[in-house]
Structure formats: structure tokens, C-alpha cells
């Protein structure tokens, strides 16, 4: 498996990100997905045509878009990359293309806001997926993010947090014609990648959201 190369699309923004800067955290991505991912970093939402998209079986969304919206032929774009196989993994902010309702729709919910960053204990789902076969539970500092779940979405739960006495969403998939979708809550900065568990999940969830078997 250490041999094969994976084209991966990673999209951020730098100086227009009004919290999260991709920078800070790029090679901390790159490095968690780990030498079978070849990465292109890029900014901005320019880059959601289908024909750009279409050759990476993987685009890695952290974004930090929110009060935007992607335009119509990039919410198209990625909608059609997606359908047509492509594999799509949402870090953290990166969820807030959810501006665009059929983008929200593809991720299969929407950000509603999130109490004060602190620790969090992170908890696994037990399932077959193979996602999850041989990875662990972990805790960290982080912003508990909420979420508002699409009823008509079929999502499969894969990581909660506990937090003011209540289990969270922290982390699931979900199928979208024929591509694959994953969603990981944990991103906030540097030291959200410096977890070598949380990593092995980054790792995995690139090579399951690519169509490939998870090494």
C-alpha cells in the first residue's frame, strides 16, 4: 500500500479566513494522511469545477468560508465530483461550504455554532465500517462544534464527544451516488493534528472517502 500515490486536492484559505488559516495547518494535514496521499494545496472555492476536481479520487475541504457561498457552478461542480465516484473528506470548518444548501445536503448537516473551546473526550461507535477497524478513542482540547443532522441524509455516526453531560456527532460518512463522503469535527489548530491517534483517523478516513482499502 506505501507505494501506490493518491492525487488528494487539499482547500483552504490563507489572508480571507476569518478563523482558521489553512497554513497553519497544511503540512499537518499532509503529514497525518501520510505518504500514500499526494497533495496539492489550494485557496479558495475557484477550484470546485468538476473538471478540476475530477482527476483526484480525493478532495480534502478546510475551508473557512463561512457568511459565503460557493457559487452555482461550484456547488454544481462538486456535487457532479462527488456523484460521478469522487471521494470528498470535510475537516473541521471545512464544513462551512454548508452556505450552499445542496452542499449542506451532500455533507449531510450543518453547523449551528459551539460553546467554548475545551477537552473533550472522543468516543468511538462500535461498527463494522472500515473506517474505524483499529482505530482508538482519544481526548483533546478542541471547539465543540453542533451540528443540526439532515433527517433525509443517511449518515452513519462514527465518533461522538461528550460534553455538558451529552454524547455529540463528532465524526460519520455517508454514500452520495457514486462517491463518498466523510466528515471529521476535530480541526481547530495545529495541536488538533499533533494527536497521533486522531491522525491514524485523518489517515483512514483519506483512504475510505478515496474508494481504497484502508491500510
Known amino acids: 500500500m506505501a507505494s501506490i500515490s493518491i492525487p488528494t486536492l487539499l482547500l483552504g484559505n490563507n ?5 482558521h488559516k489553512l497554513r497553519a495547518v497544511q503540512q499537518l494535514i499532509i503529514d497525518n494522511l501520510g505518504s500514500s496521499f499526494q497533495v496539492t ?3 479558495g472555492t475557484a477550484h470546485l469545477k468538476v473538471d478540476v476536481l475530477r482527476p483526484y479520487p480525493l478532495v480534502v475541504s478546510y475551508l473557512d468560508i463561512w457568511g459565503g457561498v460557493p457559487e452555482a457552478e461550484e456547488t454544481a461542480g462538486l456535487l457532479q ?6 471521494g470528498l473528506l470535510i475537516i473541521h470548518n471545512g464544513i462551512s461550504i454548508q452556505g450552499s444548501p445542496e452542499l449542506s445536503q451532500l455533507i449531510g448537516a450543518r ?3 459551539h460553546p467554548a473551546y475545551t477537552r473533550l473526550p472522543f468516543e468511538k461507535i462500535e461498527s463494522d465500517h472500515s473506517l ?18 439532515d433527517p433525509l441524509a443517511q449518515i452513519e455516526l462514527l465518533l461522538t464527544y461528550v460534553h455538558e453531560g451529552k454524547q455529540w456527532p463528532a465524526a460519520w460518512t455517508r454514500t452520495y451516488g457514486l462517491g463518498r463522503v466523510v466528515y471529521l469535527m476535530p480541526g481547530h489548530h495545529p495541536p488538533s493534528f499533533q494527536s497521533e491517534t486522531y491522525g491514524k483517523w ?4 483519506g483512504f475510505w472517502a478515496a474508494g481504497l482499502p484502508v491500510n
Open 15 to 19: 489572508d480571507d479566513a476569518p478563523y
Open 41 to 43: 494545496s489550494v485557496e
Open 81 to 86: 465530483y462527488v456523484a460521478g465516484g469522487g
Open 111 to 113: 453547523f449551528t455554532g
Open 132 to 149: 474505524t477497524n483499529g482505530l482508538e478513542p482519544f481526548e483533546m482540547d478542541e471547539e465543540p462544534y453542533r451540528f443540526e443532522l
Open 202 to 205: 485523518i489517515r483512514s478516513a
